[in-house]
């Protein structure tokens, strides 16, 4: 390459009289880490695997549940166990790849206001969360008709919307707990199994406990987050269980949340 | 222009960078040169704002890093040809690039041209680059933002050497346009063939910076004799000063001509007396990677018998 085309190329430093660049605005940054969310072939396997899972639940249910039990509800439900899965194994990636694949050395030098690159990462990790469960609630609508059709009844909804708005509160919160787990931890090994423990291992043994501790089974709604969720997903939410979950969420979301944060701030980047 | 003054990172119980100053002009390449493990790259990556500084100041035209509004437009980086994510392809991360940077798309195509990645392989994944490949991905994604300065860490590393000549080249002409270049190297030679002025790194210490002309200048002539002591000690009666260079040689400070002088005058027998023309940058950098390296080079003497070899 001759040095003129170099020049060009490079544009080096005609750039003097060059106008001082303008900052970087939020929306490019979210918008460009959710094209990071799926330019990798595990970041879009792992996007296409919300749809293919929806629709094998989805078929599952039209294939086993018997007559009486081809309800929205049971469509909602069967699409619903993968997210809580999915979903934030999407949010902790989105963090700890930057750490895992060590592209974070990159991203960091072009936008080093850590912060704003995190909540970017946040929101569109909720808004994906969002846009999921949403879709595979239309895929379950979708299975709904076609089930009854197939077996000659009619559909029944029997889920409002207010049912599936906690839902999708449910869905967000767990997502919100795999990327409070990616900041924290900040590898992607640890992270998947840190949620793996916190939201299936501690359930169990919070319950054994339960059943043998009479002093925890009274506390456990106000220590418990899990445990605090669960009126979430049968739609039962009452002031109390509003309090439960903001007391135990404050403890074991917000709080490590912000530790996380606080520490991927002054961390060094290797 | 960037500025390093009083930079000092220390962790717990070590001091990886200790205290050093130097400025990279523009319009001249400036090498950064020291062993592995000197401090090169935390100071880069202090200057970057990846790394925070224990005291002292890194900046860039006289702004911090961290306080640039968008810093791909002004200063390009590379520091670690390796980190990135190997499930992307190489086009997808100039993408990012250009898209963080706010810059017109055609501007990945000008760079994969520059850089000679063909577009077959800027669409494999980059787990399968090789490092040189790499290499020339991350500068692709340092000059994509026509930045006036460029901070790379080991940019040779893993080149052939028809693309160390295009570096070369490349950085030559990127600092005739005007712009700033800091480049590190642990090799006296990549730096000795592209830098305007030289910062030597040692422990963490700055153990010499200037003009590369300079520096290669003052470096006096170099002598061997089998009679070093005899020849150490005329030298010193004639006011010349001189330092041990491998195991029968002398670094005099003085003209090839006064040393040989002095030597005959002595009855020195002489091997070998040339001009040191860079080999006091070389037997300089020489004994600041023997300080840090862990297994000693054997000595030999002149006539090769090996020397302190347990009897």
């Known amino acids: 390459m001759s040095t003129l085309e170099t020049t060009r190329a490079t544009g080096a430093v005609s750039a003097a009289e060059r106008p001082a660049p303008r900052g970087i605005p939020m929306t490019r940054i979210a918008s460009t880490e959710l094209r990071k969310m799926f330019d990798t072939r595990s970041g879009f396997w792992l996007m296409a695997g919300i749809a293919i899972a929806a629709v094998l639940a989805t078929g599952a249910v039209v294939l086993f549940a018997s007559d009486a039990n081809l309800t929205y509800n049971s469509f909602a439900a069967a699409v619903g166990v993968p997210m809580t899965v999915i979903l934030p194994i999407v949010a902790i990636l989105s963090v700890t790849g930057e750490w895992s694949q060590r592209s974070g050395l990159t991203t960091f030098t072009i936008v080093p206001n850590r912060g704003r690159v995190i909540a970017a990462k946040a929101a569109v990790s909720v808004a994906v969360g969002v846009v999921s469960i949403l879709l595979a609630a239309g895929i379950g609508a979708v299975g709904n008709l076609v089930g009854t059709a197939i077996a000659g009844v009619d559909p029944v909804w029997n889920l409002s919307v207010a049912d599936v708005a906690e839902i999708v509160l449910a869905n967000v919160l767990g997502l919100l707990v795999g990327f409070m787990l990616g900041v924290l931890i900040r590898g992607s090994a640890g992270a998947i199994v840190g949620y793996f423990v916190y939201s299936f291992v501690l359930p169990t043994l919070a319950a054994l406990l339960a059943a043998s501790q009479h002093w925890f089974r009274v506390l456990q709604p106000w220590v418990d987050f899990n445990f605090a969720q669960g009126a979430l997903y049968n739609g039962s939410m009452k002031a109390q269980d509003w309090a439960h979950l903001a007391v135990t969420g404050a403890g074991w979301l917000v709080i490590p949340t912000a530790l996380g944060v606080w520490l991927v701030m002054r961390s060094e980047v290797k | ?311």
């Not at chain 2, 990172?9 to 200790?18: E, W």
């Not at chain 2, 706010?102 to 680059?129: F, K, Q």
């Not at chain 2, 893993?158 to 000549?165: C, F, K, Q, Y």
């Open chain 2, 1 to 311: 222009m960037i500025d390093i003054e009083s930079l000092t990172k220390s962790y717990r119980g070590f001091t990886a960078v200790d205290d050093i100053t130097f400025r990279a002009r523009p319009g001249r390449v400036t090498g950064f040169l020291g062993p592995n493990g000197a401090g090169k790259s935390t100071t880069m990556r202090i200057l970057v704002g990846l790394t925070p500084p224990t005291s002292g100041t890194a900046t860039i035209g006289g702004r911090r890093f961290s306080s640039l509004p968008n810093p791909g437009r002004e200063v390009g980086v590379l520091l670690d040809a390796s980190a990135q994510h190997a499930g992307r392809t190489g086009r997808e991360i100039l993408t990012i690039a250009q898209r963080f940077m706010g810059l017109p798309r055609r501007r990945v195509d000008e760079m994969l041209d520059l850089v000679s990645l063909t577009p077959e392989e800027a669409s494999r994944r980059v787990r399968n680059y090789s490092l040189g490949m790499r290499q020339r991905l991350g500068i692709a994604t340092a000059l994509i933002g026509e930045p006036q300065v460029l901070i790379l860490d080991e940019p040779a590393n893993g080149l052939d050497p028809a693309g160390i000549r295009w570096m070369r080249d490349l950085l030559r002409d990127y600092a005739d346009q005007g712009g700033t270049v800091l480049l590190s190297s642990h090799l006296l030679h990549e730096i000795e063939v592209v830098a305007d002025d030289i910062v030597v790194i040692g422990n963490g210490r700055i153990v010499a910076q200037g003009a590369k002309a300079e520096l290669l200048q003052a470096a006096g002539s170099f002598v061997r004799s089998p009679r070093r002591d005899l020849l150490e000690m005329a030298l010193e009666r004639a006011g010349i000063a001189t330092s041990p260079a491998g195991p029968d040689g002398l670094r005099a400070e003085a003209e090839a001509h006064q040393v040989g002088t002095v030597a005959f005058a002595a009855g020195a027998p002489v091997t070998e007396l040339r001009p040191a023309d860079g080999a006091g940058l070389e037997e300089m950098f020489l004994e600041l990677t023997s300080d840090t390296q862990r297994d000693t080079p054997i000595q030999t003497t002149g006539d090769n018998r090996p020397q302190g070899a347990v009897a």
